[in-house]
């Protein structure tokens, strides 16, 4: 019925206007006065009653008039639907500006009051045409229709297209005041929207033509009021050569369809024709949209969508101003960098991975042009392989410094300067918070003035303004260095090589590169910690993930065979440049705490990566700490007897975290045997945090050397009482190393029995893992033999074995503690004096750790 009522509504406003413009117009009465139209057409039923009769003329004089207009004052006790049309029309050469400045008409629109959704606006409404291109018979029909308006929201100005703008009201209300709406209308010149020389066949398009007019404004069509749909404008700017062309949006409103503008838009090229490169297409409402040409040609295109939304934008108002003054270009395509479109003298330049140049000022090698603004943005490389920083150093340097005209100012430079910006600020538009304002004459130094400046990231911004006063300029060298973004000193020829001495700093961190985005591939990278003659350092993982896609996982062994994609290694260093192999280590696996030993310069460790995957890498800290002993903490110097015991501190108690002060607690034991011999290992309990395969022993690490040459075996985790954890030595001596960094919570820990061992033979009386054990072992009461039984054969009944360590042994890692060789001699001494001593009871078994080691093969 709606639908019904609104196509029966404009059939009859058809009707009533072809009647209207087929009459003469009779014109009584003065400029802004009402004016009666006769006719004598008669409309058919039904149709919105026409007396007393309310259309209303407005007819300019050729001047630049304007007038007021309001509703009719109209009484309708039956409710009849009454219509009144109320005409503008211009002179020749004008257009008609309409303004509602009152509007309280029945009935509520939608947001936006779209067309289509009319049903809202039944009862009284007003419909607008302002792009009536003829007052022809029939020609209203044809017209654009601007919209239907309703309630207390007054439609925005309307500026005909043409000539003529026509306002339909429509009413069924008993009573309609003079007060409902009212408004002001002008006849202004319509030169002003010729913006140039008018092309044929075209409603909007012109060529400017710097000849002819070498400033001037630019207007979208109807401008200020509603932009008409379905229009496509060109305006072609052609300037002598030579010339630059300057574009500048004073006031900016199109219907803003999203980010890309498919919509309506105003798009710029620069150049002749839209084949040209884009400068850029805009939409929506833009400020200080001010566009440069690169030559003297300039096409800009506005288009608005032929669509039924009823949209409320004014459209554009700029400037344009061809000019030889504006910066010549040269200076940045001589010089290895590439214009920003649209701007003046903004400038990009992007790496070519490490590559190096000079940036200039405008005018270069003349003194630059005063009040002229120029941006150069230096990009380094940043991507999933690649990560660089840029080093910017003068080389020539005058920008006058002038005194200061506003005391209360900041800032040091107040008339020209070159302001820098290190850390990215120009991505959100931040340029009042540079990193360092330049004004005044360089100098050579020391100290050199300006001084290099190095980017923190990818990016370093320039932005140089020239003022008031004429200076030299500058010439400045710019490097693209690789960024790792890892603390330390770097190498100085920017390989991925850092150093940590101890006398620059006793504690740090250090990382992978980029770390924790992923390392890139294709890169070796080397961390060198170098301590003093007298201090220790140790090193501690806290993050570690490191691609291993084809990890041949082996419990405890970290080497070539287990790592051949990516790896980091580490090395003991020593002060003649000798390095002792530590372990490869990759996957999650994360490596044990390092310390390297008395007397040693350091710790190397590297980082290696191939072409293929990435992770995230590690993170690790340092600290330097005083020597001590070789034995560290706790710890011994085994020798003389054919069996011991070795167990951790304070074993069969849990061992415990090192001192607040402390990064690590260290334990060393060295087990030497009688030259042709060799010494076999076996663990009776083990429980230490961690897991070999899964997260590796970040917090407490024990290593074993016990095979020459080769990096140690390196343990944590927990062994089943099933599992067998037997080693069997390639010469007559062994190395443990029990590490426990400052961030352990502690476990069980651990008891292993050493064994001096004979080469199997056919003679063997006790065989074990491919070795003959003493024949006095068995009367030991140790277990040697990982899977032996610890029952003493009948003959043993008669007391301890003789010539071995026997029960003494057990107390020896705890006797012999930091005091190295002379306090195990001591200890003996002590055991001597104080005559035999009783069996201690055996340690009761430790607690199961959550995660379970898986069991390594006996190695023999």
């Known amino acids: 019925m709606a639908a019904a009522h609104w196509l029966n509504s404009l059939g009859c406003l058809s009707l009533s206007l072809l009647c209207l413009f087929a009459t003469t117009l009779q014109v009584t009465s003065v400029l802004g006065e009402t004016t009666e139209l006769s006719s004598g057409a008669s409309l058919a039923e039904p149709s919105p009653t026409k007396l007393p009769k309310c259309d209303r003329t407005f007819v300019s004089r050729g001047g630049a008039d304007n007038g007021t207009f309001h509703a009719p004052e109209l009484l309708n006790p039956n409710n009849h639907s009454r219509q009144c049309l109320y005409t503008f029309l211009a002179a020749p050469g004008q257009r008609v500006l309409v303004e509602f400045r009152t509007f309280d008409l029945r009935g509520k629109p939608p947001d936006g009051a779209a067309v289509g959704e009319l049903p809202s606006c039944m009862h009284e409404y007003m419909d607008i045409y302002s792009e009536v291109a003829s007052l022809e018979a029939g020609e209203l029909v044809n017209s654009a229709f601007g919209g239907r308006y309703c309630g207390p929201i007054p439609p925005r100005r309307r500026v005909s297209l043409y000539r003529a703008v026509a306002l339909a009201f429509f009413t069924d209300n008993t009573y309609t005041p003079p007060t409902l709406f009212a408004g002001t209308y002008r006849f202004i010149n319509a030169s002003e929207f010729?913006?140039?020389?008018?092309?044929?066949?075209?409603?909007?398009?012109?060529?400017?033509?710097?000849?002819?007019?070498?400033t001037g404004l630019l207007l979208s069509p109807t401008y200020p009021g509603i932009y008409p749909k379905d229009i496509t404008c060109n305006y072609q700017f052609a300037g002598k050569p030579g010339q630059r062309i300057r574009l500048e949006f004073r006031d900016f409103d199109l219907f803003f369809g999203g980010p890309h503008c498919p919509f309506d838009w105003v798009r710029v090229y620069d150049g002749p024709d839209n084949t040209s490169a884009v400068i850029g297409t805009y939409c929506g409402q833009q400020r200080n949209l001010v566009l440069y040409s690169s030559d003297e040609r300039l096409l800009v295109t506005f288009y608005t969508l032929p669509r039924a939304a009823n949209t409320q934008n004014r459209g554009f108002k700029g400037i344009f101003e061809f000019s030889e003054s504006f910066v010549k270009l040269d200076f940045i395509s001589k010089h290895d960098a590439e214009h920003i479109r649209g701007s003046e003298c903004d400038q990009k330049i992007l790496s070519k991975k490490e590559s190096t140049g000079f940036v200039y000022h405008p005018n270069y090698p003349f003194p630059y042009i005063q009040k002229v603004v120029c941006r150069y943005f230096i990009y380094g490389m940043q991507d999933s392989q690649n990560l660089e920083?840029?080093?910017?150093?003068f080389q020539n340097f005058s920008i006058p410094k002038v005194d200061n005209p506003k005391p209360e100012s900041a800032s040091t430079c107040h008339d020209g300067y070159l302001k820098v910006y290190l850390r990215g600020q120009e991505a959100t538009d931040s340029y009042d918070k540079h990193d360092a304002e330049l004004c005044g004459e360089g100098a050579a130094g020391p100290p050199a003035f300006p001084p290099p400046l190095l980017s923190d990231g990818p990016r370093l911004v320039m932005v140089f303004s020239s003022g008031e006063h004429q200076g030299r300029g500058f010439k400045?060298?710019?490097?693209?260095?690789?960024?790792?973004?890892?603390?330390?000193?770097?190498?100085?020829?920017?390989?991925?090589?850092?150093t940590y001495r101890s006398e620059a700093k006793k504690r740090g961190e250090f990382n992978s590169p980029r770390y924790?985005?992923?390392?890139?591939?294709?890169?070796?990278?080397?961390?060198?910690?170098?301590a003093t003659p007298n201090e220790q350092v140790t090193v501690v993982f806290d993050h570690f993930k490191v691609k291993a896609?084809?990890?041949?996982?082996?419990?405890?062994?970290?080497?070539?065979?287990?790592?051949?994609?990516?790896?980091?290694?580490?090395?003991?260093t020593g002060r003649d440049s000798s390095r002792v192999p530590l372990g490869r280590w990759c996957g999650a696996a994360t490596p044990g705490p390092l310390q390297s030993p008395r007397g040693a310069l350091g710790l190397l460790i590297a980082l290696h990566t191939d072409y293929d995957n990435v992770a995230s890498g590690f993170k690790a800290r340092y600290i330097f700490e005083p020597a001590k002993s070789i034995f560290g903490d706790c710890g011994g110097n085994m020798s003389g007897a054919?069996?011991?015991?070795?167990?951790?501190?304070?074993?069969?108690?849990?061992y415990e975290a090192p001192g607040r002060s402390s990064a690590s607690r260290v334990c060393n034991w060295f087990?030497?045997?009688?030259?042709?011999?060799?010494?076999?290992?076996?663990?009776?309990?083990f429980a230490v945090e961690g897991h070999l395969t899964e997260r590796g022993c970040p917090a407490a690490v024990l290593r074993l050397w016990y095979e020459s040459p080769g990096p140690p075996l390196e343990l944590c985790g927990e062994k089943a009482p099933s599992d067998r954890w037997q080693y069997l030595s390639s010469s007559n001596s062994i190395r443990l190393s029990f590490i426990i960094a400052d961030k352990s919570v502690g476990a069980a820990g651990w008891r292993a029995v050493w064994t001096e061992v004979s080469p199997a033979s056919d003679a063997c009386g006790a065989p074990c893992a491919g070795a003959c054990l003493p024949p006095a072992a068995a009367c030991s009461g140790l277990q040697h033999c990982a899977g032996a039984p610890r029952e003493r054969p009948a003959h043993c009944a008669g007391g301890e074995a003789a010539g071995g360590a026997g029960g003494a042994a057990w107390w020896v890692a705890a006797c012999a503690g930091g005091g190295g060789a002379a306090a195990l001699a001591a200890c003996w001494r002590r055991r001597r004096r104080s005559g035999p001593r009783a069996r201690p009871p055996p340690p009761r078994p430790p607690p199961r750790c959550a995660a379970r080691l898986a069991a390594p093969h006996d190695t023999v």
């Open 671 to 685: 087990v030497t045997a009688r030259p042709g011999k060799r010494l076999l290992l076996n663990f009776e309990h």
């Open 549 to 572: 896609d084809a990890w041949n996982a082996t419990a405890g062994l970290y080497s070539g065979a287990t790592c051949s994609e990516d790896w980091v290694e580490a090395w003991w």
């Open 516 to 530: 924790p985005s992923n390392y890139p591939s294709h890169t070796n990278c080397t961390y060198t910690l170098d």
């Open 389 to 393: 920083r840029v080093r910017l150093e």
């Open 476 to 498: 400045a060298k710019y490097t693209f260095e690789t960024e790792y973004r890892v603390p330390g000193t770097a190498a100085p020829g920017g390989e991925c090589a850092f």
């Open 642 to 654: 054919e069996w011991g015991v070795i167990t951790s501190p304070r074993y069969p108690l849990p």
């Open 194 to 214: 010729e913006v140039g020389t008018p092309i044929p066949n075209t409603m909007c398009s012109f060529v400017i033509n710097a000849s002819k007019n070498k």
